[in-house]
């Protein structure tokens, strides 16, 4: 199982969080890519490169003196943390450290995927990566057939198989609940039954987990009947079906199955979403395209989901004051603030949007924003 602390709520708060006036927030990403950085020698001496490098900035960047004392304070805490983690770091491919002592901050973030590593002293937490990982979600998956029955629950690289099934019905298991019978085929009654419970166990597995996401492996043969037991809360979750053998599938098994139907459905999505920015584009309503059309757009509120190449650079300015965003303003529009220049202003963009409840989209591999200046946005109004 692979471990994850990333989640929207965190992802929000970290895209909120600035530090007091002249103090430094240090954003650092450690890869532990198995592949790369799979020993603990490896390991340490990542964080040894990481950390140096983050040193030598601090030293030649001009801060006050106590911002430069609590900077480099808080650099030794990270330095020691991420020693002491990445030993017993079962399971997660990344790690993701925020650590500002003047802002009381020191929030270390399992990630499931390997990152880039990268060290970054700013006034606020560097989520950009967080993004591009993008927003983890509750994941449900179902194995059934005329006898079998399995309930998989996590993220898609932290499946974990349901052992107290019964207690999603309200029961304990003394209790116990309705199972296929034992003999060499059920009936067609037995096996409606048993298609019945798999229904109640999702609705009780949605009422007290919740999930965004329901995949079902299943025989072809049986889909149509196995739907149609689902409660419509539970339908409008169904993501698709998996095949993968139901009795002996193993959890990795099912979790790699289960990561190509998302990826699929991720694809999905982004198409839907890029066919409805080029329709609102070519109507020229609620859409827009390039760089200063869509930081207008944020500082005005309007953003329903800001759409970005990853890894795109672009400088730009922001007010201090109101956090109002710009190309090359020297001056805040709104009330008058000397701006300060951002070397890349997507990664304020990116923050901007999620603290709006907005959807944000690294997209990867696709050229549809090269006509836009690789940044885009849907538009509520």
């Given at each position: 199982?692979?471990?994850?602390?990333?989640?929207?709520?965190?992802?929000?708060?970290?895209?909120?969080?600035?530090?007091?006036?002249?103090?430094?927030?240090?954003?650092?990403?450690?890869?532990?890519?198995?592949?790369?950085?799979?020993?603990?020698?490896?390991?340490?001496?990542?964080?040894?490169?990481?950390?140096?490098?983050?040193?030598?900035?601090?030293?030649?960047?001009?801060?006050?003196?106590?911002?430069?004392?609590?900077?480099?304070?808080?650099?030794?805490?990270?330095?020691?943390?991420?020693?002491?983690?990445?030993?017993?770091?079962?399971?997660?491919?990344?790690?993701?450290?925020?650590?500002?002592?003047?802002?009381?901050?020191?929030?270390?973030?399992?990630?499931?995927?390997?990152?880039?590593?990268?060290?970054?002293?700013?006034?606020?937490?560097?989520?950009?990566?967080?993004?591009?990982?993008?927003?983890?979600?509750?994941?449900?998956?179902?194995?059934?057939?005329r006898r079998n029955l399995r309930l998989l629950y996590g993220g898609r690289d932290s499946l974990e198989q349901i052992a107290d099934e019964d207690r999603l019905l309200g029961?304990?298991?003394?209790?116990?609940?309705?199972?296929?019978?034992?003999?060499?085929?059920?009936?067609?009654?037995?096996?409606?039954?048993?298609?019945?419970?798999?229904?109640?166990?999702?609705?009780?597995?949605?009422?007290?987990?919740?999930?965004d996401c329901l995949l079902i492996a299943a025989p072809e043969e049986l889909r149509n009947e196995i739907f149609d037991q689902l409660h419509p809360y539970v339908r409008e979750?169904?993501?698709?079906?998996?095949?993968?053998?139901?009795?002996?599938?193993?959890?990795?098994?099912?979790?790699?199955?289960?990561?190509?139907?998302?990826?699929?459905?991720?694809?999905?999505?982004?198409?839907?979403?890029?066919?409805?920015?080029?329709?609102?584009?070519?109507?020229?309503?609620?859409?827009?395209?390039?760089?200063?059309?869509?930081?207008?757009?944020?500082?005005?509120?309007?953003?329903?989901?800001?759409?970005?190449?990853?890894?795109?650079?672009?400088p730009g300015t922001i007010c201090p004051a109101c956090g109002f965003l710009g190309v090359d303003q020297t001056a805040c529009p709104v009330d008058g603030t000397a701006t300060?220049?951002?070397?890349?202003?997507?990664?304020?963009?990116?923050?901007?949007?999620?603290?709006?409840?907005?959807?944000?989209?690294?997209?990867?591999?696709?050229?549809?924003?090269?006509?836009?200046?690789?940044?885009?946005?849907?538009?509520?109004?």
């Amino acid at each position: 199982m692979r471990a994850n602390d990333l989640d929207p709520g965190r992802l929000r708060r970290l895209a909120g969080l600035k530090a007091p006036e002249g103090a430094t927030v240090l954003s650092l990403y450690v890869d532990l890519d198995p592949m790369t950085f799979g020993t603990p020698p490896a390991r340490r001496s990542e964080i040894s490169s990481l950390t140096d490098e983050l040193g030598r900035r601090l030293r030649d960047a001009d801060l006050p003196h106590d911002a430069r004392v609590a900077a480099r304070s808080d650099l030794e805490r990270a330095r020691t943390a991420l020693n002491d983690t990445v030993a017993g770091a079962d399971g997660a491919r990344g790690l993701a450290l925020f650590v500002c002592g003047p802002a009381d901050l020191f929030e270390l973030v399992r990630l499931p995927r390997p990152v880039d590593m990268r060290a970054v002293a700013d006034d606020s937490p560097w989520i950009e990566p967080l993004v591009r990982i993008g927003r983890t979600e509750a994941l449900a998956v179902a194995l059934v057939d005329r006898r079998n029955l399995r309930l998989l629950y996590g993220g898609r690289d932290s499946l974990e198989q349901i052992a107290d099934e019964d207690r999603l019905l309200g029961r304990t298991p003394e209790e116990g609940g309705t199972q296929a019978p034992a003999h060499n085929r059920p009936t067609h009654n037995e096996a409606l039954e048993h298609f019945k419970r798999l229904g109640h166990l999702l609705l009780g597995l949605q009422k007290r987990r919740g999930f965004d996401c329901l995949l079902i492996a299943a025989p072809e043969e049986l889909r149509n009947e196995i739907f149609d037991q689902l409660h419509p809360y539970v339908r409008e979750r169904l993501a698709g079906w998996l095949d993968v053998p139901v009795d002996y599938a193993s959890i990795a098994d099912v979790s790699r199955a289960a990561a190509e139907a998302l990826d699929a459905q991720r694809t999905r999505r982004e198409d839907e979403t890029l066919d409805r920015l080029r329709e609102r584009l070519g109507r020229g309503e609620r859409a827009a395209g390039g760089l200063g059309d869509v930081l207008a757009a944020l500082n005005e509120r309007r953003v329903e989901t800001l759409l970005y190449d990853a890894g795109l650079q672009a400088p730009g300015t922001i007010c201090p004051a109101c956090g109002f965003l710009g190309v090359d303003q020297t001056a805040c529009p709104v009330d008058g603030t000397a701006t300060e220049r951002r070397a890349n202003v997507i990664e304020n963009a990116a923050e901007t949007a999620l603290l709006q409840s907005a959807d944000v989209l690294a997209l990867e591999d696709r050229p549809d924003l090269g006509p836009h200046g690789a940044i885009a946005a849907l538009l509520r109004f």
